[in-house]
């Protein structure tokens, strides 16, 4: 793991944590027409949006996490950058198209005046999420309910019982099915030009697959575990 930054010693307070695995590590998982391009997207998107606020990062793909399940992987790589000597960390994965630098100053600024940021997304989940070290509790960090619907309604009720002010950001929509392609897909006039491209050839060769198939198709998504805890996107036949 390599901490990178541009920042003087005295403002290296806040260090951003892109939890989300590299594309060909995706790849082994999904098996989706053009998947390259997409997860390629994603990552890059990502920390163009990253590198836009200035502060200092780490990326801890595959090759950094450690931990049996993903709450104890998620936990160890927070505690790691606090034992970096970070006292306030922002977390993300690479599966929010939506997300953009000022979501990650406006989290900055917040955690500065000691309040939490929780981002949740639309499904239950969340798609950001700021701490102080002084919050950060590893035990019951990983009890709770990652990869779930219930995420976002049982760590903000947490945050709010331990009394510690908590900022909730704008809902957004996150990557976590196949499903979630079509709801950027029905808007796309609102994304760039190359997040569109990949959409319409991604959408296409499904279509094709589907249309041209000469047996009986039967189209399954599985949801696994995906990037920073979604599920994965997982599209195969079965003919009889």
């Known amino acids: 793991m390599k901490i990178e930054n541009t920042l003087p010693d005295h403002q290296k307070q806040i260090a951003i944590l892109v939890f989300a695995n590299s594309s060909q590590e995706e790849l082994k998982h999904k098996h989706l027409v053009h998947g390259q391009q997409l997860f390629d997207h994603l990552n890059k998107k990502t920390l163009v949006e990253v590198r836009k606020t200035g502060l200092p990062y780490a990326i801890y793909s595959e090759k950094e996490q450690h931990g049996t399940t993903f709450g104890e992987r998620f936990a160890n790589a927070i505690e790691d950058l606090f034992e970096k000597g970070y006292q306030k960390v922002i977390t993300i994965g690479n599966d929010s198209p939506n997300l953009t630098a000022s979501h990650l100053i406006d989290t900055s600024h917040k ?3 000691n309040t ?5 997304s639309i ?3 969340i ?7 002084s919050n950060f509790e590893k035990n019951s960090f990983v009890q709770l309910p ?5 995420l976002a309604k049982f760590l903000i009720k947490k ?3 331990s009394g510690t002010h908590i900022k909730l950001l704008y809902r957004l929509k996150d990557i976590d099915k196949l499903q979630d392609l079509q709801y950027f897909l029905n808007r796309i006039n609102r994304t760039t030009r ?3 491209s990949i959409l319409l050839l991604l959408f296409s060769c499904i279509y094709e697959a589907i249309i041209y ?3 009986p198709l039967v189209t399954t998504i599985h949801t696994i575990p995906f990037n920073k805890g979604s599920p994965d996107l997982m599209l195969y036949t079965q003919s009889n």
């Open 213 to 215: 198939q000469p047996k």
């Open 194 to 196: 190359l997040f569109k």
């Open 111 to 113: 955690l500065m005046h």
């Open 123 to 125: 499904d239950g989940g």
């Open 116 to 120: 939490m940021v929780v981002g949740p």
């Open 146 to 150: 990652w990869q779930t619907r219930l």
């Open 127 to 133: 798609y950001l999420l700021g701490l102080d070290k």
């Open 159 to 161: 945050i709010s019982a």
